[in-house]
């Protein structure tokens, strides 16, 4: 007689009868989900919560409601009326600067501003003051620039040879995030002390600033859109309100994305040890589902049953997946520290819940989809009998829930990437990882069962248990695989970024950067540096600043300004950039089209390019590119293209002109000095500031410090990201031993039966396991390194240098720890007991 499938309400009593409070058999499906969905919900909110306090905090950040700078000039008074036009304006000027106070000395960011600053906020000094700016004749200066001058409050220092107060000790800056990258500690003074000081002298380095506080309801994109119209050469690099800390906010996003996507891989990963736990599950639960159907039950039941029983595991496991990223968030926030633009409190971001509730809950009915079907699908007596004539499904059966899930789960990425196309690849990479490890795992089986068997008997009951019927060796492969590549992984990254950040950076980089040297005292210059350390190696060349303004053919120049978006690998024609000219190619650079010219050159302008420039923006040799340099505008054709050792963190400037196209421009001298070997440099800092008050130096010592700090910070992120991995690895391990370990004991049984001992078949378990670890070391080792490579040279853009040693070191380890895990997840299989195992087949 035909009936309609069991109601909801009635499969629910049945399933929660059988469903233990503390969800016995369901165990892995709870640890798998609040492994991955813990990572992403984690990743998310702290992302999410970043980009919501940049953006909630983006008019404090950046000082008002639109930003405007250029370089080496003041502005028009034209362009002050336009600004003053659109609501409160605050000027002022960023520049390199030395400051001294008795026998000390160091380099500072001097921040010189108007009477109305901060249009935004207030600044809170050390003593609690909530400050302005300062008054003449005093400067605010950073707990730092204490530190190394030695003062405090009230005491005095002197900065581009003027006298000044400290008035003192700065707390928090309201607008120091927006301010962009710092080579210094900050000192805070009035907007008339840089001409006083001859810090703004024609072709002196510095920034002019304005800012905007506009009137309520005022667009700060329109706003912005009447100066650019007006003024179309100027030179300007404006910022909103809406983009106040635009790198802040594009590292958050992108590196937040990479680690969703890790952790997405992950769970990925553990949702094979999902359909591995629902199999063991279902598989305990053999007789009971036999049983329903010999009663009468339909697979529309069964199905019901126990998809309500998987799915109440499931919700718990995301729920506790969500709560535990939510209470992680600050933890990580502090972990991460300076990696960080902002510190991120106690949040609940709901669309990074929902999208990793979602991602957890679509991944448990992608895996536990198969064994489900086939639990509901077969009749009581092959499921009787499965143990023997294990249970194949069509996969037509399984195309509706499994199909459905991944595409929703395709789709959910997608709809919330910021980089559509790298999302999209990886994607494409991680079903490709799974898919070669599930081919892996098919060869495996078909090479064992062809292989002559081994004369011991130990070593052929191993080999013969990859290929059986029912053998877990796809499962077990693929979470060895992963596993043993994801250690690998790990290793090479890890000794690569090592090696280019500990052993090749330091090496090459100068020890000092001079800014502003005048153009008619280079000889005093290098003799006041060799006065204190005569076997130093000084570098001196012209430096100016310009805009691109177009590019191209003759006659069809592209201007920058028509540009609707500018790609993210030709980020040179965003804002200013350091220009230069040479009468030879300069030092770390290499022609790679084109020639240079000679060193009397008097012809018409040229100029050599950064070739990745020229290749992301389509330049060819004879084309012609306008930069505005102090206003004016400059055309050049350009003569070569250049291949730039960015690494070597001397002078690396993208355009280089021919002499007699910049000469005539006011400007200074840029200098880069680098001390021998065990030269400490005591005492140059301060004979620099007495023979030019108006230079600047940067010393890179602190630079380098901060950037390994930064870099070490981002490789603990990856690192824990990647250590998620390794734990699903680990739990999908578990999930095929466990899936499998109901026929295990069967085989075990008969062994023992036959007078099999402990010993013998804890060897048998070595001898398998043992055997699929040998071959994937060696699969693990490839896979690894060629994902290892593709992070450190296309992820971050670095040399490939593993040390290979310490890589098979962890290899080793790893191998180690797998088996550990997979022979301690086998032990119960040794404790079953025989005559009570057979009672119950």
């Not at 640890?31 to 999410?48: N, W």
């Not at 990479?258 to 949702?271: K, T, Y």
């Not at 409190?345 to 819940?353: E, I, R, S, T």
């Not at 084109?594 to 070739?611: I, M, Q």
Request: overall charge positive; some cysteine; charged content about 15%.
């Amino acid at each position: 007689m035909n009936r309609g499938a069991l109601p909801w309400l009635t499969a629910w009593r049945i399933a929660r009868r059988d469903l233990s409070v503390r969800f016995r058999g369901l165990r892995l499906l709870l640890v798998c989900l609040f492994l991955g969905v813990g990572a992403i919900a984690a990743i998310g909110t702290l992302t999410g919560s970043i980009e919501r306090e940049l953006a909630t905090r983006g008019r404090t950040i950046l000082g008002g409601d639109i930003e405007a700078q250029v370089w080496q000039r003041g502005l028009t008074d034209a362009e002050q009326r336009a600004f003053a036009a659109l609501g409160t304006l605050s000027a002022g000027t960023r520049m390199q600067a030395m400051a001294s106070a008795g026998g000390n000395a160091a380099p500072v960011e001097l921040k010189a501003v108007d009477a109305r600053w901060p249009l935004v906020g207030r600044l809170m000094l050390k003593d609690g003051r909530a400050v302005g700016a300062p008054s003449a004749g005093a400067a605010w200066i950073a707990e730092g620039a204490a530190e190394r001058l030695g003062v405090k409050a009230g005491d005095a220092i002197v900065i581009g040879g003027q006298p000044l107060k400290v008035g003192g000790i700065i707390a928090d800056e309201p607008d120091r995030l927006g301010e962009g990258l710092s080579l210094g500690a900050v000192a805070i003074v009035r907007d008339d002390l840089p001409a006083r000081a001859g810090l703004t002298a024609p072709g002196a380095m510095y920034r002019s600033k304005v800012r905007v506080a506009l009137p309520p309801g005022r667009d700060p994109a329109r706003a912005v859109e009447r100066i650019r119209q007006r003024f179309p050469d100027a030179g300007f690099t404006f910022r909103t309100r809406d983009n106040a800390a635009p790198g802040a906010e594009r590292f958050v996003s992108r590196m937040g994305e990479f680690l969703v996507l890790v952790g997405l891989a992950a769970l990925a990963i553990a949702g094979i040890g999902i359909g591995g736990g629902v199999s063991s599950y279902l598989e305990a639960r053999r007789t009971s589902i036999a049983t329903f159907k010999v009663l009468g039950a339909a697979s529309a039941d069964i199905a019901r049953i126990y998809l309500l029983q998987i799915g109440a595991a499931a919700l718990v496991g995301t729920i506790a997946g969500l709560a535990a990223g939510v209470l992680v968030t600050p933890l990580l926030g502090r972990a991460l520290g300076r990696l960080l633009p902002v510190t991120p409190g106690f949040v609940f971001d709901g669309g990074a819940l929902v999208r990793a509730a979602l991602y957890g809950l679509l991944v448990a009915l992608v895996f536990a989809a198969p064994p489900l079907a086939r639990a509901g699908a077969f009749p009581a007596m092959a499921l009787m009998r499965a143990r023997v004539a294990p249970l194949a499904l069509s996969r037509r059966a399984l195309l509706l829930p499994a199909g459905t899930g991944i595409a929703m789960i395709v789709a959910l990425a997608l709809a919330s990437a910021s980089q559509f196309t790298v999302t999209a690849l990886f994607l494409v990479g991680t079903a490709a990882v799974l898919a070669l490890l599930g081919a892996l795992g098919w060869v495996i089986r078909r090479i064992a069962a062809r292989l002559p068997r081994p004369g011991d008997p130990l070593l052929r009951a191993g080999l013969a248990n990859l290929h059986r019927p029912g053998a877990q060796t796809g499962q077990l492969v693929t979470a060895l695989g992963f596993g043993l590549s994801a250690f690998v992984l790990l290793a090479v990254v890890q000794t690569s970024l090592d090696a280019n950040i500990t052993a090749r950076v330091p090496a090459r980089a100068p020890d000092y950067f001079v800014l502003d040297v005048p153009r008619g005292q280079v000889a005093a210059f290098e003799q006041a540096v060799r006065t204190v350390a005569p076997r130093a190696m000084v570098r001196i060349v012209p430096a100016l600043r310009g805009a691109i303004l177009a590019y191209g053919p003759a006659g069809r120049m592209i201007r920058v300004a028509d540009l609707k978006d500018i790609p993210d690998n030709a980020w040179q024609l965003r804002g200013e950039r350091g220009l230069t000219y040479a009468a030879m190619p300069p030092e770390g650079s290499r022609l790679t089209a084109g020639r240079w010219w000679p060193a009397d050159y008097a012809g018409p302008p040229l100029v050599s390019v950064d070739e990745k420039l020229a290749d992301a923006i389509g330049l060819r040799l004879g084309d012609r590119i306008a930069v505005s340099v102090l206003g004016v505008e400059r055309v050049a054709t350009i003569a070569s293209f250049r291949r730039i050792d960015w690494d070597s963190m001397g002078f690396n400037y993208v355009l280089v002109f021919s002499s007699n196209t910049l000469a005539d421009a006011p400007h200074n001298l840029a200098a880069t000095i680098d001390l021998p070997p065990g030269a400490t440099g005591t005492g140059l800092l301060r004979k620099l500031v007495r023979a030019f008050p108006a230079s600047s130096v940067v010393e890179t010592g602190s630079l380098l410090r901060d950037a390994r700090a930064l870099l070490s910070q981002l490789s603990t992120a990856i690192l824990a990201a990647a250590a998620v991995a390794v734990l699903a690895g680990l739990a999908v391990l578990l999930g095929a031993i466990a899936a499998a370990r109901a026929s295990r004991t069967y085989d075990n049984v008969i062994l023992r039966v036959l007078g099999a001992s402990h010993r013998q078949l804890l060897l048998l378990l070595l001898a398998e396991y043992g055997l699929l670890a040998a071959v994937l070391a060696l699969v693990a080792l490839l896979l690894g390194s060629a994902l290892g490579r593709a992070v450190i040279t296309l992820l971050f853009g670095f040399d490939w240098l593993p040390d290979w040693p310490r890589v098979l070191t962890v290899l080793g380890a790893g191998t180690g720890l797998v088996l550990t895990f997979a022979l301690a997840g086998s032990l119960p299989l040794l404790r079953a007991k025989p005559a009570q195992a057979l009672r119950e087949l």
